[in-house]
């Protein structure tokens, strides 16, 4: 018996990073595939359901019991840095996604102050593109 494989898309602040998501992912997803936002507050999970997430929920609890259960979890690198996104993610939050069993495409950001080696600097929708392009691959049979 087939289940439904579920892409989680986090963000926090005014969710622009995860609706951007959202509006790439969901025409390209395969059939079996259930597009899931969780915002860390209410304006980031309010918006990735505007573009088009299939359902939404926010806060820590959300975010913690979601990333145990998807397949593919999106967002930015401050997802998984206690107190990351300004403090929006809490170190439970942080931990939950980082103990994830999912495969994490995260994009860069040097605004949460962490920077990748061997990542080039580019514009944030060519890194969102590049996430987008990912997540489809690593959802191929």
Do not use: F, W
């Not at 997803?29 to 980031?44: E, H, I, K, S």
């Not at 495969?103 to 593109?129: D, F, N, T, W």
Request: a neutral charge; charged letters at 20%; hydrophobic letters at 45%.
């Amino acid at each position: 018996m087939n289940r439904n494989r579920t892409v989680l898309i986090l963000d926090g602040q005014g969710g622009g990073v995860g609706s951007r998501l959202v509006q790439m992912l969901k025409p390209r997803l395969p059939a079996d595939c259930r597009l899931l936002c969780v915002g860390t507050n209410t304006a980031a999970t309010a918006a990735m359901l505007k573009a088009g997430a299939a359902q939404g929920a926010t806060g820590e609890n959300a975010v913690v019991h979601n990333a145990a259960r998807a397949d593919v979890i999106l967002g930015p690198i401050g997802v998984i840095l206690a107190n990351g996104i300004l403090g929006e993610v809490s170190p439970a939050m942080a931990s939950a996604v980082s103990g994830s069993g999912a495969v994490k495409i995260l994009i860069p950001s040097a605004s949460c102050g962490v920077y990748v080696a061997g990542v080039e600097e580019r514009r944030l929708e060519e890194y969102l593109c590049r996430a987008a392009e990912l997540a489809v691959k690593e959802l191929e049979p």
